[in-house]
Every structure is written in C-alpha cells, then in structure tokens.
C-alpha cells in the first residue's frame, strides 16, 4: 500500500491508497480522509472531487470508494450519543460498528434483531446497503429498526430525516448505498434480549427445492433462520442437500464457546487473502463441503451464545480468505416463490452441463415489497459464492439472465460487476431512484465504484 | 482533567480514564467535538463528565478559563496535557502571529496553567500533572522550527516542575511521544508504524503511580535520540526533516 500525503482539509491530511471491495473484484485508487473533528464536515464543501462515505469497507462491491476520487473514514465517529431506556432508543455515530453497539446494548439487556453476519460492519454501511439479517421474512431488513437519520450534504447542510420528517430523503438514504450523503448520526430501535442464548436446531433435507421450501414454511416461528447448501457437485441428484438451522432464544447455559477476538480472526484472514491462487476449487470445495456438511448434522441441536448466532461469519472469516488473490463472486438474489422450481432446476441443469464451484450457497426467508433499490421482496433469497476465475464469466452470464427470466432481484451491495442495464430489467424503480438522486444532489457530489457502474 | 481532550491522544486517555470510572473534566476548542465526547463517556462508562470549550489561541483567556474550571472541582487530582498544535509552514518564514499561536498552543498556556492551579492540586494526597512533549525536539531541524523549539522549552519547564515537586506529594510525568496515530501523523511517510492513541493512553496511564518520569514513547525513541544528538554536524545538517 502506498501512502502519499496531501493537502489538509481543516488541518486533515488524507492517504492516497489502493482500495479493493470485499471480493477483490474491484480496485481503485483513493485519497481517503479520516477526520476527527465535526468542523470537517462543513468544509468538506471544499473538496473539489466527488466524496463517498467509508465505513469499514466491507461491502462486496466498491460502495465505497472510487477511482481517483475521495474517500472519507468515518473509524473516528464511533461513538455512543444517546440512550432512551424507556423508550428503547439509541442514538450512535455512524461509523461505530455492530460489535461496538452490541458490547454495550448487552450490558442493558438490549440487541438489535437485524443485524449482517460479521460484526465489523458499520452502523452507516448498514443503513447505506440496507441490510438483512437471519430473518428477513419476519423482521425485515435494516431501515425496519431505523428511528431517524442525521445526514450532512454540503449543498443542503445537516438534514433530520426520518419516516416522518423529509420522507423521501430518509427512503433515498436506506438502501441508498451513501449516495445522499454523509450520514453522522442515526437513532436505532432496539430490542429487549428475550435469553442471552439461541438453541440452533439443524434439519437436513436432500435437495435444494426440499430444503428451501422447508425453509419458507417455518421460517416466521423463528428467531433465526437459514439453510445451507451443498452445490458443488452439480451432477448429484441431490442438488442442494443441506440443512437448515432454525434459532430460537432459550433460557439455557451455551455449549459451544464464544467466538475468539476479531483481530486474530482478521490477521487469519489477511494471511490468506494474499495467496496468488484460489485454495477452493471443485475437488476441495467438494471435499470440503462434505465434511462440513457431516459436521454440523453430527451434532443437530446446540445452544450457542447470542453473539455467535448474530455473526456466524465471524469464526468463518477465513473461509473468504481461501479464495485468495483473486477473491470470488457471489451472487444473491430474492426468487418469487412461483419461479423458485424452475430457479433451481435451471441452475441444477447448467451445473451439469458445465460443472463450476459453487463453494458455499446459502438461503433465507424474505419478505416486505421491493422500492428503489433496496433488496427486499417476497420469496427465497438464495446466495452462491464461487472463485473469481475463468469459468465464473460464464456461470455469471447465465445466472443474470436466469435472474431476469424468473422475475427474481440480484443484491447490488454483493455483486460488484452486475451491470446497469441487469439492474434496470430487475429493478422496477431503477430510474425512480436515478430521477429522485438527481433532483437531490444533480450536482451529483457523492459518488462510488458502484453508483458510477450503474450510472446513479 | 484532559486539556486537549476531543482528538488523538487526549481522546484516548478520555476513555481509558472513563473505562476505569474516574469522572473527567475535559478542555477543547470545539463545543460539539466535546458535546458528544463527553455523552459517550457518560452512557459507555456511567462516569460524570464536566466539560470547558475553550480555545488555546486566546492565551491568558484560556488560561483563566481553565483554571476557575479546574479550581471549581475541588476533588480535581490529576490533569494531563495532550494540546498541541503544530503547522505545516512551520519553517523559517513563518509569520509572527503564527509564532505566538504555536508557542501559545505547546507551551504558555500549560505553563500558566499549571503555575495557577498546582496550589490547588497539593490539597488532594497524591497530585498528578502529565505533559507531552515530541520527538520533533530532539535536536533543532528545519521543518517544525517553532513546534520543536515549544517542545523543548515545555520539557525544560516540567523538568523544573519535577525539582520542584520533589519537595511535595506532587508528581510530574512528562512524555515525549514519537509516532501516534493521530491527524498529525495521519498520511504522513513515517520511518517506523505510529503506536495506536488508544496504546500509547495506555502506556500512559500504566505509569500514573511514578512520582517523577520524563520519557520517550514508544521507548525506543530514546536509542534514537541518543544517535540524532550524537551524529556529527557535517552530516546531521544534510538530513532534510
């Protein structure tokens, strides 16, 4: 990584740095900001380039930084503002991330229900993407728990937004992939934590359609809810045989340990991640599949702590780091529950014809109507994970146009080579959100890798 | 109480202290940076947090302002000293008001606060002053002029202090902090990685018991300033810093 020193914003000096997303699909070169003071703020009206927000710069796609532009760190406005206990609000800085927030909210017997799986995303990047967590079909996603929203632009200062106050802006901004804006604050509902342990229940299935189907159906008696798939063999007749892992709060003692630190995880993972070559391809992600798959139904019940069952990702961080250099793909996205069959069964098809690695694939339960660009909507939201390499190309191709014939929507935040013209047939209020950014900020000051790919 | 608290290494000595439930009073230029300082520190840590917005570069205004607020807590023990202000035209031609700001900002103030409170400091039991000084005054450069000389001159200060509060309970601690990961540092090409301002608090507060310290942090800054001082003026004057 090359640093460089700048020019001072109010006496901030910037890094010029290498940025990739998450699936180190996207690189681009960045002078990132880090400021410490609020006055920043207002005279970063005086940067002459175009600006996005960067939390801890972990979306998959390049959400947050863009290629000889500006990226601004929000790592020093982490912090606790406000705490209603009677009313069950919180008022945090943006930049302040799940583990943060939930090492405090546990203290008063508190948690934010939707919540990503890894615990070093921010509260901002959370707002910005719009988020789910591990139960989308009964409790929602992110903008569900959002009370209000403080937002700086440099054209229109600091806005109040809410579902009340400056609507449209506040439904801009959830989902909105920082685009609006710099958001400083936000007050979040939270909720009481019913046990500070999940009793996580695995039931296998034999096939994909078994297994998502079973999915569907229970997924409103859970707390927690999710299934996992073995893909990578393709040719199987059982496609997609996995299970599912049903979580409901109990009043019990944890069996299983809780995750060791983030650092250690993270030095794991930045091991890997530097490793020229892929470590998953079909022969291990066969392999390894297998024996995860044998693992985990070896033992089909267990009570685990709260804070593993929010952040599964956490002790599998360095699963990512497998793929290596080159990083992977993955492609996300809700199916109708019409097109589910013939989803799976087009997929089954074009795997047997041309076998690729599917080294992880995954689903949910969903719910809620989709608007603007939020990935939200009825039917089964399904994630398959693949290496980077030269088969992906093809399998991409295919699984866009699969998306668009099933009338299903491919998540932005996850993918960051999906294209404008696939969002614009997957997504009915593509050029709403396009027109309604534009009347907000035509001079179009916020920018990314992401919101430029898909010309917002 | 921290003067200097709302960034860097005053920020991060806020939250250690806070971590340990000691109640702050906290001194900085900027009202909101502080606000929301202090309402972490407050809902985090369950600590009282009294707070002063005050600015440096009004000299004997600041110093009056802080030290009625510091009289005014009559449990007041212990105070550290993070302000600091360094510019980056900071050389040969830099302006007079510019000069008085950087002296004002490194050194009179914590002088005249420190020569007005201490009386009210030695009637707790075991009084505590910390000063910060900089690697940047090792030895004389030519980037940095005013900042390093400011430096050097509050390390002669505290150094006096420590004669002094060899006669009292008072203890003196001064640090001369070598790379931290703060604005100062931030983009910068540094010859070795900075130290973390939550670390270097750390450090710190590790030493709070000492009676007298005047120290480099990280430590190695020392075998360093032992060769700078030592390498001969034909070659020293060749390096460009």
Known sequence: ?456 | MIVGASAGVGRALCEQVAQQRSPLMLVASDLEDLGILASHLRIKYGVQVDILAANAKYGNEFIKKVVEFGVGNAKLDCIYFPIGLSLENDQIDLSTDETSLIFEANLTVVVGIINQITQHLLKQPSPLIVGFGSIASIRGRRNNMVYSAAKRGLESYFESLGHYASLTSLKIQFFKLGYVQTQQSYGKKLLFPPLSAENAAKLILEKRGEKYLNTYLPRYWGIIAFILRFIPWAIYKKINF
């Open chain 1, 1 to 456: 990584m090359n640093k460089k020193q700048g020019p001072a914003v109010n006496n901030s000096n910037y890094n010029l740095e290498k940025l990739s997303s998450f699936d180190r699909g996207t690189h681009g070169w960045s002078k990132i900001y880090k400021p410490d003071r609020y006055r920043f703020w207002k005279d970063s009206a005086d940067l002459q380039k175009p600006r996005i927000s960067r939390g801890a710069g972990l979306s998959y796609a390049a959400a947050s930084f863009l290629d000889e532009s500006i990226s601004i760190s929000h790592s020093n406005f982490n912090r606790l503002i406000e705490f209603d206990k009677k009313n069950n609000l919180i008022r945090v800085e943006s930049g302040i991330t799940l583990a943060e927030l939930f090492s405090y909210l546990e203290l008063n017997g508190l948690y934010l229900p939707i919540q990503p799986g890894y615990s070093q995303i921010t509260i901002g990047g959370c707002i910005a993407s719009n988020v789910h967590g591990k139960n989308h079909a009964r409790d929602g996603s992110f903008i569900n728990q959002i009370q209000a929203i403080t937002l700086f632009h440099p054209t229109h200062g600091t806005l109040e937004i809410s579902p009340d106050h400056e609507k449209s802006v506040f439904d801009l901004t959830c989902g909105g992939f920082g685009l609006t804006g710099h958001i400083l604050f936000a007050t979040l509902k939270v909720q009481p934590i019913p046990a500070k342990c999940v009793l996580i229940q695995k039931i296998p299935f034999e096939s994909a359609e078994e297994g998502l189907s079973l999915l569907n159906k229970q997924a409103l008696d859970c707390d927690f809810s999710y299934s996992w798939h073995d893909m990578c063999n393709g040719v199987s007749d059982h496609f997609g045989k996995g299970f599912i892992c049903q979580g409901k709060f109990v009043s019990a003692t944890n069996t299983e340990e809780e995750i060791p630190e983030d650092s250690f995880l993270i030095k794991q993972y930045s091991l890997f991640n530097k490793i020229p070559i892929s470590l998953l391809n079909r022969a291990s992600s066969f392999i390894l599949n297998k024996l995860y798959y044998h693992q985990q139904i070896s033992e089909l019940s267990e009570n685990i702590p709260l804070y593993n069952a929010l952040y599964p990702i956490q002790k599998n961080l360095i699963y990512f780091g497998l793929y290596g250099q080159q990083g992977f793909h993955e492609y996300q996205v809700v199916i109708p529950d019409e097109s589910l069959s013939i989803f799976l069964e087009k997929l089954h098809q074009f795997l047997k014809r041309y076998p690729s690695c599917i080294s992880l694939a995954s689903g949910k339960s969903f719910g809620g109507k989709n608007s603007l660009l939020r990935f939200t909507g009825k039917g089964t939201c399904l994630a398959l994970n693949f290496p980077r390499d030269n088969q992906s190309p093809n399998l991409l191709r295919f699984l866009d146009q699969l998306t668009i014939d099933t009338g299903s929507l491919p998540n932005i935040i996850k993918d960051s080579r999906i294209s404008a013209g696939i969002i614009d047939q997957c997504y009915p209020e593509a050029e709403l959100f396009r027109a309604q950014l534009r009347a907000y900020d035509p001079k179009r000051l916020f920018r990314s890798e992401l919101s430029e790919r898909l010309s917002l």
